[in-house]
């Protein structure tokens, strides 16, 4: 349990960034683990540190830290991509007034629905959040949300257009592969499903005096004859 208890408090930190509270009833109940106050407390004083205003991690605040100076970055890039884009459309040449006139079978198609590309600080929403663990608890939401973003923003051209970002994110979501188990946490997971009756365990193997003696073949020896 302190294994959960330390994901879930990691997965805390990084959706609010900022210290968690002092009171260890507080925080089990805000990660849905009222009932295992002890080894969430156990869990705070171990791997967070304590300071004015509650308990802090290091390692969680570098990477909060990195993940905003990459915002930060990719926004720079973005608007100066956009604009050279703007300096070159208002290079492009303006039609004239002697053009022919549209014909029947020169009629403008409507414009369809037109997607957008994904923003570089499009920040993580809770809708997002609660979607991941809902229909892949075992995923963290913030790791799967940077592979996301970083793949979308990198495509070139109308690939990385789409009308719908939130079915993007569901389907990407659905598509991830589960993380490898550790070996702790594969022994749990069999422990577990023994307890539901899911697995049978093997049947222990029989005491030496119960298996059955085979018989030992004697092999057949010639009489020597005496001189």
Not at 213 to 227: F, G, I
Request: aromatic residues 8%; glycine residues 4%; charged residues 30%.
């Amino acid at each position: 349990m302190e294994d959960l208890a330390y994901r879930r408090l990691l997965d805390l930190y990084y959706l609010h960034e900022r210290p968690l509270s002092d009171c260890s009833a507080t925080v089990a109940r805000l990660i849905g683990m009222s009932e295992y106050q002890e080894q969430v407390e156990t869990v705070l004083v171990e791997f967070f540190e304590h300071v004015e205003g509650g308990y802090v991690n290091s390692r969680a605040d570098k990477e909060i830290s990195h993940y905003h100076s990459k915002v930060e970055q990719a926004t720079r890039a973005g608007k100066a991509s956009a604009q050279r884009r703007s300096s070159v459309r208002s290079t492009d040449v303006q039609p004239n007034n002697n053009q022919e006139p549209i014909t029947n079978n020169h009629k403008p198609k409507k414009e369809s629905q037109r997607g957008t590309r994904l923003a570089p600080d499009f920040a993580l929403s809770d809708e997002w959040i609660d979607f991941c663990r809902q229909q892949r608890p075992e995923l963290n939401p913030r790791d799967v949300f940077e592979g996301f973003r970083d793949y979308w923003i990198a495509q070139p051209g109308q690939k990385g257009v789409k009308t719908d970002w939130t079915a993007t994110w569901r389907n990407w979501v659905r598509r991830q592969q589960a993380p490898q188990k550790t070996a702790s946490e594969a022994r749990q997971t069999a422990m577990a499903a023994l307890t539901r009756g899911l697995a049978v365990p093997k049947p222990a193997a029989k005491p030496f005096w119960e298996k059955q003696d085979q018989p030992t073949e004697v092999p057949h020896v010639e009489p020597k004859r005496l001189l």
